[in-house]
């Protein structure tokens, strides 16, 4: 009986033949990350173990990037946590402001993460690095602190639910629809536990930030992971960024899956998620007249190059609606870098948009775009929970990047071609 | 020991924010996370409640971000444990990892009223509903997760392998 690409990295980080789901097994751990809001507990925890060293200095990962640059004095102390002990343990993966991004943009880009990997971070939305065939998870502070240590953690290996997207996606169509109309089909707790495997031919000709903003929500899914069988696409990513060996796996034909979803391109619009779970999807058609005060481009699930592209296409020329606020924010140096040279943030800014450093800021309530009472925002990023954004009556719309674009222009959600 | 408190309710998919807002994640004070415990759920939660009393909610209980602040804010509000049909699944690891007890019983989400005295048997999963005079079965906590909790959590299972 065949495996599941996950069953496959897990077997070999565990030193087996093979492994089926519900089996607790050792992994090796090949990255181990932590941020400026869950390191400090991980440190704490570290030292308190009387650790003496870290299990690897290059595979350990510090990314100060959610309260960053330091919104208050408390924020400015965790992130001097984690500078001080990226220094005295000698942490090679340590990114100060500047060369800083939000981590699941920034580990992929630097060639951190790669194909047949077991990765862990304390951050939720780990799962992204799943896009490049790996298999990587959220943990907690103190299983990274343990992880820190020893270069292992414990994990149950989860079951495999098969995804497949046939035939093409509709114009305006993103990954970041795709994953939001599996989301509304499955809901919140659809993948408890589980693997997500995204496959069929509009994967295959998925570019891999879209790919990249799929795995991102599986945990939206509930999802223990989200993968993606590494292809030309994958390795066309990877080239010239790896710095270590990595090892392809795939599927097998015969391989075992708890569920297969089957989807069409063409059933799948530009999805919005209403408040207060990502699985409350609607349509573009469906949503009616939802009035907006602020409108956000960014986050690990859609602060990429292609993203800004996407929006940069709909703001070209037009001006953001007098009542909106529309907050730009690329996700690394490199890719706000790439918008400059591009002409994109010269779009934004004729817009009238603000274009900010990167960091997660508002997408958490955290800074750089937090909501009051009453306010109502469409964003790209991956929760809309209450109070997500802000005050607890505040209200969070999740959309892709051309939806959010447009809606920022109209003041209103509203279709990409609503206003072309 | 057995726990023994008063239940509060809470719904489905109650997610980390709501548990502990991310606009409190700038500090990793125990005290000072305990404070906002629950608060964009039931604002007057933590105020209410007292020592010992028992969260119970409906399935999915914790989804959402990895933030370990959550069972944290929890426990350190001084609840005692956490019943619900199900629970995310970071949540759910974090929760062991930290030390606070929680325990899967859809019979016990469903049938306990918001302030019923109740009390549980950890060793057991047996849980009394003292006001209704009624029983309900968690599920047993997995072989793995009891040896975790037998050394003394994660970091103690952690220092055995260090040292």
Redesign the interface.
Known sequence: MGMTITEKILAEHAGKKRVSPGD?IMSKVDIALGND??A??SI??FK????KKVFNKDKVVLVPD??APN??I??AQ?VRILKNFAKDYKITNYFEMGRMGIEHALLPEEGLVLPGDVII????H?CTYGALGAFST??????L??AM??GET?F?VPESMKFIFYGKLKKWVTGKDLILYTIGKIG??GA??KAMEFTGEIIDNLPMDGRFTMTNMA?EA?A?SGIINPDDITMEYVEGRAKRKFKIYESDKDATYSDVFEFNGKDIEPQVAFPH?PSNTKPISKVGKVKIDQAVIGSCTNGRISDLREAASVLKGKKVHKDVRMIVIPATQRIYKMAIDEGLIDIFIDAEAVVSTPTCGPC???HMG?LAEGERAISTTN?N????M?H?KSEVYLSNPAVAASSGVLGRICSPDEIE | MKLKGKAWKFGADVDTDAIIPARYLNTTDHKELAKHCMEDANPDFVKKMKGGDIIVADKNFGCGSSREHAPISIKAAGISCVIAKSFARIFYRNSFNMGLPIFESATASENIKEGDEIELDPSTGVIHNLTKKEKYQAKPIPLFMQELINVGGLMNYVKRKVA
């Open positions: 607790l809001i869950t400090p507990l704490e925890e308190k173990a009387g650790a959610h309260f919104k208050d408390k924020s965790q971070g304390a951050d939720s780990t959220g943990v907690g502070s103190t299983d602190a343990a240590i020893t414990w149950k919140v707790d408890l536990y945990i509930g223990k779970l958490l309530g955290g937090v929760r929970f209450v109070g997500r802000g607890p």
